[in-house]
Nanobody, 123 residues
Framework: QLQASGGGLAQAGGSLTLSCKAS????????VGWLRQAPGKEREFVAAIKWSGEDPLYADSVKDRFTISRDNTNNIVFLRMNGLKPEDTAVYYCAAPQSTYTYFMSWHWYYYWGQGTLVTVSS
């Protein structure tokens, strides 16, 4: 089970940190991704991290602004978002693939999804 939190309202140029709390057996063996869906748009990949916390992946649109990290002791994955832009406004989801030891840059490959947290960036 995945539960995302930390969304809210931010001004352009501001920062927010999202958290994804995972529960269940063996959660530290799963890669985790952050995906988002803006109003009227298709869901898109944002960032992903390996089970080990290494080799993060980022969409070009957020590279150098967002940082994904994880705390396997507490089973939490974070998404630190700096330099927020109005186009970052979306519902953000954390998700995990069906298989362990995998992670992907396409949202289509994610199987377990959290409920989403809304991020709104005002200009």
């Amino acid at each position: 089970q995945l539960q995302a939190s930390g969304g809210g309202l931010a001004q352009a140029g501001g920062s927010l940190t999202l958290s994804c709390k995972a529960s269940g057996r063996g959660v530290s063996n799963y890669g985790v991704g952050w995906l988002r869906q803006a109003p009227g748009k298709e869901r898109e990949f944002v960032a992903a991290i390996k089970w080990s916390g290494e080799d993060p992946l980022y969409a070009d649109s957020v590279k150098d602004r967002f940082t994904i990290s994880r705390d396997n002791t507490n089973n939490i994955v974070f998404l630190r978002m700096n330099g927020l832009k109005p186009e970052d406004t979306a519902v953000y989801y954390c998700a995990a693939p069906q298989s362990t030891y995998t992670y992907f840059m396409s949202w289509h490959w994610y199987y377990y999804w959290g409920q989403g947290t809304l991020v709104t960036v005002s200009s």
